[in-house]
């Protein structure tokens, strides 16, 4: 089932060695730049687990020096907590952080599985909207639980607007790279450099490029450019060595500026930040960084944050840049996992279509006895904060899918993990007008069309109409969900391991067609977690 690492190493393992030390802005170009080469992308490869990791196999005590966590969701009475809220998010660091460490030590932290990151690792292939104006389109689907005896689950599918072939906006593009010391490594400067190099051969001949560095003090090594001066654009990538400490938010204005000076009110506006771990000249607490994010994405620019290298990585830091910057982060294991993130899902990346998109869910207890959330423990919002347009939550970028999973028990099937009251008022199947209805849920949803600050409603009402009699009745969408889903409740000891074999027959069952591998490249994953002791 193994297939061991191709030579991509070869590759990668040429730059890194030299230092280079620079105490303040300047508009250097760097070292002779290699010549240019162009790279073929490997659209139909299927990325096995041995495929992906560059070190030498080692126990990693802390994949992380810090990691955001919180404690599993746990079972809620409706009738205390009839309303779930949470902020919609696209991010997808965790998954590529578990399947390397599983493939590289057999062993995941549960602190470094986020289940709604692994779930929304993967595309789904549900209907989007027509009109850009309408952000995404929203579909629900009941299907039995696999995981609790007469439990349900409801699936939430979002999908947002993508454009049609050759009508994307120009893509106005600052990468800003961390060539500090720790950068040398093999998996770190020189994977973002193949990385970078990627993004340019997938570009359009009107984008534009500009490159900034930070180590000990900032760089421009390339001033706003055409995309369709390669060469020059990536001599500049090539040129780049690491040395120094890491001024990270001098990097970042410095960046910042560079995006201003090529904006463009059509174009999709957007500064790529590439880092190995902390910030740790200038302004570094992960409060300043982010205050200084915030101000910063009041000009329309995005920012998308690429993790790289594992032990200094900062997760923390890395989500809360990303999150305050009307972004997403991701983790770079392998050029397979940058080609899927900067390459194969370029539009989703890069062209915003709804900012702070915030979940609702409102369940009926005369129908729903308990339920509860799975995943999004760290995206958790007051119920307040649904309506107020100050808040700041997820962005969905274009022909993006999210998915969000409850599980719930329904009145009147047992199971349940707290008693009723002994007062508790009497629960009657009515709406607030009145209305006697059979709902389960109600489902809210509030988005920004991007540049405009008041929040646009949708509603979705959940019935048994949506209820379907088995999880084979599914789509091949929701059935891989699920069993994504069940593989990291398993990864952090929340499903015992019995449920390996369910858990891996659900998922191959599902694969669809799968063109990039990636489903099939999940099954080798859970193959392999289940092997592990």
């Avoid at 660091?93 to 493939?103: D, G, K, T, W």
């Avoid at 463009?264 to 992960?286: C, H, K, M, Q, Y």
């Avoid at 599914?474 to 449920?499: P, Y």
Wanted: net charge neutral; proline share 6%.
């Amino acid at each position: 089932m193994m297939r061991r690492l191709l030579p991509l190493i070869c590759a990668l393992a040429v730059a890194g060695c030299e230092t280079t030390t620079t105490n303040e802005v300047s508009h250097a170009t760097g070292a002779a730049p290699a010549p240019a080469r162009s790279m073929a992308p490997p659209v139909a490869f299927r990325p096995m687990m041995a495929d992906i990791v560059y070190s030498p196999p080692r126990q990693i005590q802390a994949p992380f020096k810090d990691m955001p966590d919180a404690p599993p969701s746990t079972w809620l009475s409706t009738g205390d907590n009839p309303v779930s809220t949470f902020s919609a998010e696209v991010d997808t660091a965790s998954y590529a952080v578990m399947r390397r460490l599983l493939s590289q030590t057999g062993k995941v932290p549960a602190q470094a599985v986020r289940v709604e990151e692994m779930i929304n690792y993967f595309p789904y292939d549900y209907a989007g909207p027509e009109k850009r104006q309408d952000g995404f389109a929203t579909h629900a689907t009941i299907v039995p639980s696999p995981w609790k005896k007469g439990a349900k689950l409801l699936h939430l599918g979002i999908k947002a607007w993508a454009p049609t072939t050759g009508t994307r906006p120009p893509a106005n593009l600052t990468f800003l790279v961390d060539v500090s010391g720790s950068m040398m490594g093999a998996d770190r400067l020189p994977l973002v450099q193949a990385s970078l190099r990627q993004l340019v051969e997938a570009l359009r001949p009107d984008d534009k490029v500009a490159l900034v560095t930070y180590a000990s003090g900032t760089a421009i090594r390339l001033e706003p450019t055409v995309a369709g001066e390669r060469a020059k654009i990536l001599a500049a990538i090539d040129g780049l060595r690491a040395g120094g400490g890491t001024a990270g938010a001098a990097g970042l204005n410095a960046a910042y500026a560079q995006a201003q000076a090529m904006f463009e009110g059509n174009a999709a506006n957007r500064v790529i930040l590439a880092t190995d771990g902390d910030f740790n000249l200038g302004a570094s607490s992960p409060r300043a960084l982010e205050e200084l994010i915030t101000e910063k994405r009041k000009t329309g620019i995005y920012l998308t944050v690429l993790g790289v290298g594992l032990g200094n990585l900062n997760d923390t830091t890395m989500q809360s840049l990303a999150q305050a910057g009307n972004g997403q982060a991701a983790y770079l294991d392998s050029l397979l996992e940058a080609r899927k993130v900067l390459v194969n899902q370029l539009e989703s990346s890069v062209i915003p279509v709804a900012d702070d998109v915030k979940i609702q869910v409102e369940f009926n207890p005369a129908k729903v006895a308990e339920y509860r959330l799975i995943g999004y423990e760290t995206r958790a919002l007051r119920r307040a904060d649904f309506n107020n347009d100050k808040v700041d939550a997820g962005e969905i970028g274009a022909g993006h899918s999210v998915t969000a999973l409850y599980e719930f028990l329904p009145v009147g099937v047992s199971g349940k993990a707290m008693d009723d009251l002994r007062y508790a008022p009497k629960k009657k199947a009515e709406t607030a007008t009145g209305q006697v209805n059979d709902e389960y849920a109600f489902v809210k949803l509030r988005h920004k069309v991007p540049g405009q600050s008041e929040s646009r409603l949708s509603t979705l009402a959940v019935s048994p109409s949506q209820d379907l009699p088995n999880l084979d009745s599914a789509s091949d969408d929701v059935r891989f969900a699920v069993a994504i889903a069940g593989f990291g409740q398993i990864l952090r000891g929340q499903l015992d391991k019995d449920m390996w074999g369910a858990t891996i027959a659900l998922a191959q069952g599902a694969k669809g067609a799968d063109p990039y591998g990636w489903r099939g490249g999940a099954v080798d994953l859970m193959e392999l977690a289940k092997s592990m002791p």
